[in-house]
């Protein structure tokens, strides 16, 4: 039932077969029919996740394993590996192509403000390269075990928040989907509200929630694009507001604390994670001529502590403006930070964007130290290093817990 369900939904929606998954025989080299497709087999435990719906139908669901016999014992491990390919594929379409870690190549390397690159619609690939974008992200996402990092995350923030199963849940930046069904599942007595970005995530979780009992679905609602920071009205308070990457700069993420407080109980808690620019990944690290990783990573040394936003705090200073921005309510401010790895196929692309004087703050820190010369021969001591396979990217997160 569920396969003739599947063939009704692309028949009414009249939608396009996405590239990667078309007879490469015929069309490859015009329209990159084929192209990008992985074979999940040569993955760990046989799975990858990549998209294989068209892009009107991410989120829809068509099975869903029952609780009982051999379907109730592969559950839970079904429903977590949907979410996680559900959160990659909306984190990617959120933030452009070409990142692996939602803001974290705008706040490490591109100008801090400038809006992030969104896809063109995905249908016929008129042109098509050997080396296109579609290809070298899910390569990327399947070679670097993201979905291992987001399962991460995700425990870290709930962990934290000890969720009860009578708690009013707020998931601020609910979009991806990685927090909101697990904020359902831990409290599945009380109230999952999810406070969406933008009206195309909303649609995506929408569609999946259908999945879900009546009573079991989250409440989704859009964000006031005006305010952000303006939390819903309800009629009791929350008793956990959680949220990932809520805000990037030091004054976005107290503004974000001091809104959830208003909308918190007498005992309620906050608690959320945070990327920081100051502990990102250092190229120069990849660099195997070491005068010229010296002089790369005393730019690097520069940049990350000018004190400029986004690269001006740490998890120490961010404690410190989260207890100014609360003032006398009452809390306490636990600040943690964990280190992530993550294996990354760094493309060619991605190098001229980065090393870009004049569209990346980290090129522009390079240039001011390293000659034109010099700095065309970083550029290619990283991109030898990259050439390969995968390299060890090191990134630092902040997570945080506000309690009274």
Not at 30 to 59: C, K, M, N, T
Request: glycine fraction near 10%; charge should be negative.
């Amino acid at each position: 039932m569920a396969f003739f369900d599947a063939m009704a939904s692309v028949e009414k929606e009249d939608a396009e077969v996405p590239n990667h998954l078309r007879d490469g025989n015929r069309d490859a080299e015009g329209f990159g029919h084929g192209q990008g497709y992985i074979y999940p087999h040569s993955y760990r435990e046989h799975w990858a996740a990549q998209q294989y719906l068209p892009d009107p139908l991410v989120g829809r669901v068509f099975y869903t394993p029952s609780v009982q016999g051999y379907e109730g014992s592969i559950r839970d491990e079904v429903l977590s590996r949907r979410e996680l390919q559900v959160a990659g594929i909306l984190e990617n379409q959120a933030n452009g192509p070409d990142t692996s870690g939602g803001a974290y190549d705008r706040h490490f390397f591109g100008a801090e403000g400038k809006s992030p690159t969104h896809e063109a619609p995905r249908g016929e690939i008129l042109t098509f390269s050997p080396d296109g974008k579609r290809r070298d992200e899910w390569t990327r996402r399947a070679d670097s075990g993201r979905s291992k990092t987001l399962l991460e995350i995700r425990e870290a923030i709930t962990g934290l928040a000890r969720i009860s199963r009578h708690h009013r849940v707020l998931v601020f930046g609910a979009d991806d989907g990685l927090l909101v069904w697990e904020a359902g599942r831990l409290a599945p007595e009380g109230l999952t509200v999810g406070l969406c970005r933008t009206p195309e995530a909303k649609k995506v979780l929408d569609q999946y929630a259908l999945t879900l009992d009546e009573l079991d679905r989250p409440i989704l609602l859009p964000m006031d694009e005006r305010n952000p920071m303006a939390f819903p009205e309800a009629e009791a308070p929350f008793d956990r507001v959680i949220a990932r990457d809520p805000a990037s700069t030091l004054g976005g993420l107290g503004d974000f604390a001091k809104a959830a407080s208003e909308r918190l109980a007498p005992n309620g808690s906050i608690t959320f994670s945070a990327r920081c620019p100051a502990l990102g990944m250092r190229l120069s690290r990849l660099c195997s001529t070491a005068p010229l990783a010296q002089e790369a990573g005393s730019a690097e040394d520069a940049l990350y502590g000018s004190g400029q936003p986004p690269f001006d705090w740490t998890g120490e200073t961010l404690g410190a403006a989260l207890q100014r921005a609360l003032g006398s309510r009452g809390f306490s401010v636990s600040v943690e930070t964990r280190t992530f790895r993550e294996r990354r196929r760094i493309f060619d692309s991605d190098l001229e964007k980065w090393i870009d004087p004049g569209d990346s703050a980290y090129g522009a820190a390079l240039a001011a130290v390293l000659s034109p010369d010099r700095l065309g021969e970083f550029r290619r001591e990283v991109a030898n290093a990259a050439r390969y396979g995968p390299v060890e990217w090191e990134y630092g997160l902040i997570v945080c817990s506000l309690a009274r």
